[in-house]
């Protein structure tokens, strides 16, 4: 399986939704150590759009509003945990 086939979603089936998850809070914990948090939330969520958009220009497919609601949650499962520890939102 080539890089960019696996990047298109073509393996993800059933599992989109859990990919789409933990990609957004994947990308919202490395950006962590170097933006305050509402900025790497802001970036997480904007590479989601991107990855939405890029599907809707290239692929031709629709812009899944429920992708980017699971988007929102596996960044706001971050947001969450990196505040219950003590990580300040600013």
């Known amino acids: 399986m080539g890089v960019g086939k696996f990047f298109t979603g073509v393996y993800y089936g059933k599992y989109d939704k ?3 998850f933990f ?4 990308v919202t914990v490395v950006l962590l150590p170097v933006l305050p948090l509402w900025a790497a939330a802001t970036a997480a ?3 989601g759009l991107g990855k939405e958009a890029v599907d ?3 692929r031709h497919s629709r812009i899944d509003p429920f992708d980017l609601a699971v ?4 960044i706001a ?3 969450g945990i990196a505040l219950a520890v003590g ?3 600013g």
């Open 18 to 20: 859990a990919v789409h």
């Open 23 to 26: 990609a957004s809070a994947g």
């Open 45 to 47: 969520f904007l590479v």
């Open 56 to 58: 809707w220009r290239l």
């Open 71 to 74: 988007n929102f949650l596996g």
């Open 77 to 79: 499962a971050v947001t």
């Open 87 to 89: 990580l300040s939102w």
